[in-house]
């Protein structure tokens, strides 16, 4: 079975400056999705940026880009010139590429990183 | 507008009383699914649905019950609700396999 792991329950950055959330997983598939969302106070599910397994090149959204490293099944999200409005509850996801065992395509969740930014 | 809605936002329930989660979408999307969010567990899967009429369980269904009549609705059923079920519910729904999810805005329920 597939796991993902947040290794930072909290994370704190001042307004401006770049932070970096960490995020691995498990799987023996070699094609798959990976997510970022983030969900603000307002309890919303907000997709921030995805990754196609099969793209070596790192995916990368405005201020927000991931490092992804297939071998060490690693993906961390980098948000660069941090502002207010990012603090919120991040989550890393993954999902098969193909429909293993019936899934349908499930997302399975980190259990979060909450992002602080000080002003 | 078109999206996905679910309702109530909030609910409050006491132990052994069936409560009913709405979840509503207008893109007409053959997958639905719904989780539950727990802190320090992230999202979990309760039930998923690939087409009206096809629904299968996922990690946690438990004391959870669900239909799927109508390609647009896809309800919880919390057939005799206890505290350990309070949380709150998200659904979400996928055109195709591959399409990105597309979350409501959740539903918190509470069981005293």
């Known amino acids: 079975a597939q796991t993902v792991t947040q290794s930072q329950p909290e994370m704190s950055v001042q307004e401006a400056e770049t932070v970096t959330l960490s995020c691995t997983y498990d799987t023996s598939e070699s094609d798959y999705y990976l997510f970022w969302y983030k969900q603000p106070p307002s309890r919303q599910m907000i997709l921030v940026i995805r990754q196609e397994a099969y793209k070596q090149q790192n995916a990368t959204e405005n201020r927000f880009s991931v490092n992804f490293q297939k071998a060490a099944k690693s993906f961390s999200l980098k948000i660069s010139d941090s502002q207010l409005g990012d603090a919120a509850m991040y989550f890393c996801?993954?999902?098969?590429?193909?429909?293993?065992?019936?899934?349908?395509?499930?997302?399975?969740f980190g259990k979060g990183t909450k992002l602080s930014v000080k002003p | 507008d078109a999206g996905i809605t679910q309702s109530p936002r909030y609910k409050i329930t006491e132990t052994g009383r069936q409560v009913t989660l709405m979840c509503h979408q207008t893109w007409s999307h053959s997958y639905m699914f719904w989780y539950r969010q727990d802190l320090g567990h992230g999202l979990r899967l309760i039930y998923y649905?690939?087409?009206?009429?096809?629904?299968d369980k996922g990690e946690v269904p438990d004391g959870y019950v669900v239909s799927r009549s109508k390609t647009e609705n896809f309800p919880l059923t919390l057939e005799s609700a206890t505290r350990s079920q309070t949380s709150v519910y998200f659904c979400a729904s996928r055109d195709t396999y591959n399409s990105p999810l597309h979350f409501g805005n959740g539903t918190r329920l509470t069981v005293t």
């Open positions: 996801a993954y999902r098969s590429a193909m429909n293993y065992g019936g899934s349908q395509g499930n997302l399975i």
């Open positions: 649905s690939a087409a009206a009429d096809i629904t």
